[in-house]
């Protein structure tokens, strides 16, 4: 069946360093995908949707210099924590889809030193 | 302003007894309903979603929810809870399949022996 991989899986790195985070479909194109942040024990919390080929949208409250999203194909989209800081280890799950089609993936575990 | 509620934020049941899990929204219209479950350090899966139809929608691993319209719920159930199912359950709504989902704080589900 159709899939969304992430990659990486979980991610290390320090203080001031920038991350990026893959999101991929594997068996299907997909023409919009959403970023969400879940931090520990709390829900999930949409951070952006992203249109191939155009900008993303951002929700209130997230930094769209600091949460640097790409989406220039149809099955990659990218999301870059540029600068990161503790207060950014999160989970990161996208969610990749076209129309009534929509699939999770696995998610990322960013921790920041 | 569109909501979802989850109100128990913790529930343990025995394994073998009934489950159920409350979900409540407030939308515009109905919108399209979801219930997903996560385990710790785990992804999303989703149980079951509800667009239209029949309001009792079956799920996988035995789980079924009712979409009520009057109550705006809708409430996710299992006839015999078995151990595994200690997991965190979200509900979802959206105004369409392929819009970002809002999701609720989530229940933590504890299995007793």
């Known amino acids: 069946g159709a899939v969304v991989s992430q990659h990486p899986s979980w991610v290390i790195c320090k203080s001031g360093t920038s991350v990026k985070i893959e999101c991929r479909s594997l068996?299907?194109?997909?023409?919009?995908m959403f970023w969400y942040r879940q931090f520990p024990k709390q829900s999930l919390m949409l951070m952006a949707t992203?249109?191939?080929?155009?900008?993303?949208?951002?929700e209130q409250g997230v930094e769209k210099d600091k949460f640097l999203i790409n989406h220039a194909s149809l099955t990659l989209s990218t999301l870059t924590v540029t600068s990161a800081h503790p207060e950014d280890s999160s989970f990161y799950i996208c969610?990749?889809?076209?129309?009534?089609?929509?699939?999770f993936g696995p998610g990322t575990r960013l921790t920041v030193l | 302003a569109q909501s979802v509620t989850q109100p128990d934020i913790h529930i343990t049941v025995s394994e073998g007894a009934s489950l159920e899990l409350r979900c409540n929204y407030s939308?515009?219209?109905?919108?399209?309903l979801f219930w997903y479950v996560q385990s710790p350090g785990q992804g999303l899966q989703l149980l079951l979603k509800?667009?239209?139809?029949?309001?009792l929608v079956q799920g996988i691993k035995g789980f079924e929810a009712e979409f009520k319209r009057s109550q705006s719920s809708f409430n996710l159930r299992k006839p015999s809870v078995h151990w595994s199912d200690a997991a965190e359950y979200f509900c979802?709504?959206?105004?369409?399949?392929?819009?970002?989902?809002?999701f609720g704080k989530g229940t933590s589900l504890l299995v007793t022996p």
């Open positions: 969610r990749a889809g076209q129309g009534d089609t929509q699939y």
């Open positions: 068996d299907f194109q997909a023409t919009t």
């Open positions: 992203s249109n191939e080929g155009s900008k993303a949208t951002y």
């Open positions: 939308y515009g219209a109905t919108p399209y």
């Open positions: 509800y667009f239209s139809g029949d309001t």
């Open positions: 979802a709504v959206a105004p369409n399949s392929g819009y970002a989902l809002n």
